[in-house]
């Protein structure tokens, strides 16, 4: 499987069409150089905001209200890109109001043309104290022509009950689109997908948002560089990096995954990770000891 993750740049758009030619160019590109799989960054779609009156961008909540009637042409977009260059697409992330409140859903696209989606399941402060979004309650393992695929957005990377649920029901490769305004929250981010790779002996794809929008406040600073994390053992890099674009660049970084090399190495690792995890549960009695 050829992979292509998005560092994506945040534009500042006059118009649907430019954001249409913007998405257009970037599939596009991806698919001309042979990607099985395009993967776009957490937030993404938020410069679609960009669209409105200053006075609704100046308040997050507004434009995410405003951004629900741009949803439909947004899907549609993305399903026609994936059926025209015949990859999957994951689009970069949307706030979703359903019944149930706000959600960050990140929507999956076939080359046939039929949509999946993954909500976020865990919310930064930022997300619940002051955009109101709620952590979806479900979890996704995507069958492809290529391989199963999990989808852990941004924060979720960070929890290794998640990972191991979709790693549990078959998936080899783990999707993170990522958000982060600090270098801190890139690292967690990249440790977090790099302890799941470790954990479970899979493959973890990491696609950030890069750039600045001074006029928002939701994606005003974008820090991140996309990479492909692997199990440290036999067939992989020792330090579990596959590779890695440059720092805060508007790029697009591919690489080939050879899912053949994570069976292998799950049944004749130097470790058996993936294998031994339940050897950790139930926990071990534990006592402190006075040692003062």
Same mark, same amino acid.
């Given at each position: 499987?050829?992979?292509?993750?998005?560092? /994506?740049?945040?534009?500042?758009?006059?118009?649907?069409?430019?954001?249409?030619?913007k998405i257009t160019r970037w599939v596009d590109e991806a698919s001309t150089?042979?990607?099985?799989?395009?993967?776009?960054?957490?937030?993404?779609?938020?410069?679609?905001? =960009?669209?409105?009156?200053?006075?609704?961008?100046?308040?997050?909540?507004?434009?995410?209200?405003?951004?629900?009637?741009?949803?439909? #042409?947004?899907?549609?977009?993305?399903?026609?890109?994936?059926?025209?260059?015949?990859? /999957?697409?994951?689009?970069?992330?949307?706030? @979703?109001?359903?019944?149930? !409140?706000?959600?960050?859903?990140?929507?999956?696209?076939?080359?046939?043309?039929?949509?999946?989606?993954?909500?976020?399941?865990?919310?930064?402060?930022? #997300?619940?104290?002051?955009?109101? $979004?709620?952590?979806?309650?479900?979890?996704? @393992?995507?069958?492809?022509?290529? !391989?199963?695929?999990? @989808?852990?957005?941004?924060?979720? =990377? #960070?929890?290794?009950?998640?990972?191991?649920?979709?790693?549990?029901?078959?998936?080899?490769?783990?999707?993170?689109? =990522?958000?982060?305004?600090?270098?801190?929250g890139f690292y967690r981010v990249r440790v977090g997908s790099q302890a799941?790779?470790?954990?479970?002996?899979?493959?973890?794809?990491?696609?950030?948002?890069?750039?600045?929008?001074?006029?928002?406040?939701? $994606?005003? $600073?974008?820090? !991140?560089?996309?990479?492909?994390?692997?199990?440290?053992? /036999?067939?992989?890099?020792?330090? !579990?990096?596959?590779?890695?674009?440059?720092?805060?660049?508007?790029?697009?970084? /591919?690489?080939?995954?050879?899912?053949?090399?994570?069976? #292998?190495?799950?049944?004749?690792?130097?470790?058996?990770?993936?294998?031994?995890?339940?050897?950790?549960?139930?926990?071990?009695?534990?006592?402190?000891?006075?040692?003062?």
């Amino acid at each position: 499987m050829k992979v292509a993750l998005a560092q /994506y740049p945040v534009s500042f758009l006059h118009s649907w069409q430019e954001y249409e030619e913007k998405i257009t160019r970037w599939v596009d590109e991806a698919s001309t150089a042979g990607a099985d799989l395009l993967v776009f960054p957490e937030y993404a779609s938020m410069e679609l905001a =960009s669209l409105f009156t200053d006075d609704i961008r100046e308040v997050v909540l507004r434009q995410i209200d405003e951004m629900q009637n741009l949803l439909p #042409e947004v899907l549609d977009l993305h399903r026609r890109l994936a059926q025209e260059h015949s990859v /999957y697409i994951l689009a970069g992330s949307f706030p @979703v109001q359903t019944e149930e !409140g706000t959600v960050n859903r990140a929507h999956f696209f076939n080359p046939h043309g039929s949509m999946d989606f993954q909500d976020k399941c865990i919310m930064t402060r930022f #997300e619940n104290e002051q955009w109101g $979004i709620q952590g979806g309650d479900h979890l996704k @393992v995507f069958e492809t022509r290529h !391989g199963k695929v999990g @989808v852990l957005i941004c924060y979720d =990377s #960070e929890f290794p009950l998640l990972a191991r649920q979709l790693t549990d029901a078959g998936a080899d490769v783990l999707l993170v689109p =990522s958000c982060t305004d600090t270098m801190n929250g890139f690292y967690r981010v990249r440790v977090g997908s790099q302890a799941r790779a470790l954990e479970n002996q899979c493959f973890v794809l990491q696609s950030p948002l890069v750039g600045g929008a001074p006029w928002s406040e939701a $994606i005003d $600073i974008n820090l !991140g560089q996309a990479a492909v994390y692997t199990p440290p053992d /036999y067939g992989f890099p020792p330090n !579990g990096i596959l590779t890695e674009g440059e720092l805060n660049a508007p790029q697009w970084l /591919y690489a080939n995954l050879d899912l053949s090399a994570l069976r #292998e190495v799950r049944r004749n690792g130097q470790v058996f990770n993936n294998r031994d995890w339940p050897h950790q549960l139930p926990g071990r009695d534990l006592k402190v000891v006075d040692f003062a």
